[in-house]
Antibody
Framework: EVQLVESGGGLIQPGGSLRLSCAAS????????MSWVRQAPGKGLEWVSL???????YYADSVEGRFTISRDNSKNTLYLQMNSLRAEDTAVYYC????????????WGQGTLVTVSS | EIVLTQSPGTLSLSPGERATLSCRAS??????LAWYQQKPGQAPRLLIY???SRATGIPDRFSGSGSGTDFTLTISRLEPEDFAVYYC??????????FGQGTKVDIK
């Protein structure tokens, strides 16, 4: 059974940094595409970042230059380093594992809430 | 930048009825169109990928169709558990991944 468990969310002041983690079991992070998707309170889904199995990384324009996706193969864990956080980054952040081409996730974690506020 | 427009915003139907959800892309790039279901407080669930292929474990009352710029998700007979929000998502050039704004299917 595939399980993805996010952690690292919380309350952070504008301009601050936070690192989200996504621990995977039953799914090998470095052999598959992985993504981060977020959802602001009461809003729709927004793709944030994606990493290919070969290591190429991609970002939405809204987070380019501020967020960094990475993975630790030894820990089978995906990360999202978030810097220069803004109020508009407030959202539930989901990590997802991708099997089906063109999608952002076949397998999803439960999400972790990031609140950017002073 | 690709824009996906879903219609209608809300669909009010009764269990057993047929639901037809639309997703229109601002430009024709690929047929890597996916549909997701999301219930309150839950993560999204992949239903359809490649415009018409059902994801693992998805009941056959869910079907996807379309190509180019116009795509459709059809739920042949609504079950009580199908009342939820549905999002389309397109893989495009750059590469990029774009979601529509969602269609809520609620009980009439």
């Amino acid at each position: 059974e595939v399980q993805l468990v996010e952690s690292g969310g919380g309350l952070i002041q504008p301009g601050g940094s936070l690192r989200l983690s996504c621990a995977a079991s039953g799914f090998t992070v470095n052999s598959n595409y992985m993504s981060w998707v977020r959802q602001a309170p009461g809003k729709g889904l927004e793709w944030v970042s994606l990493i290919y199995s070969g290591g190429a990384t991609y970002y939405a324009d809204s987070v380019e230059g501020r967020f960094t996706i990475s993975r630790d193969n030894s820990k089978n864990t995906l990360y999202l380093q978030m810097n220069s956080l803004r109020a508009e980054d407030t959202a539930v952040y989901y990590c997802a594992g991708i099997v089906s081409a063109g999608t952002v996730g076949d397998y999803w974690g439960q999400g972790t809430l990031v609140t950017v506020s002073s | 930048e690709i824009v996906l427009t879903q219609s209608p915003g809300t669909l009010s139907l009764s269990p057993g009825e047929r639901a037809t959800l639309s997703c229109r892309a601002s430009q024709s790039l690929t047929n890597y169109l996916a549909w997701y279901q999301q219930k309150p407080g839950q993560a999204p669930r992949l239903l359809i990928y490649g415009a018409s292929s059902r994801a693992t474990g998805i009941p056959d009352r869910f079907s996807g169709s379309g190509s180019g710029t116009d795509f459709t998700l059809t739920i042949s007979r609504l079950e009580p558990e199908d009342f939820a929000v549905y999002y389309c998502q397109l893989y495009g050039s750059s590469p990029s991944w774009t979601f529509g704004q969602g269609t809520k299917v609620d009980i009439k």
